[in-house]
């Protein structure tokens, strides 16, 4: 994924990271770096469902939490 987003390949990027979400759904740079690509280019909503999800799956990446926060997502506790 991250390899097609420095070729600008985009779509291929999205099924690289979403088949690597699948095969290891903890796997959080699969998340990372994909909702980063989207919050870059403006589609910070759907970033932001996105790191929601991984950090359902591995909530204690601290990149993920990072990310949570720049794009406004309110810790809960």
């Known amino acids: 994924g991250e390899v097609n987003l420095l070729l600008s390949h ?8 979403a088949t690597a979400r699948g095969l290891k759904a903890d796997y959080w740079p699969a998340y990372s770096l994909w909702a980063g690509f989207l919050m870059n280019s403006g589609h910070r909503p759907e970033a932001l469902k996105l790191v929601t999800v991984g950090l359902e799956h591995s909530p204690n990446a601290k990149v993920l939490l990072q990310l949570y926060r720049d794009l406004g997502g309110k810790p809960s506790g």
């Open 10 to 17: 985009p779509n291929q990027a999205n099924e690289a990271f």
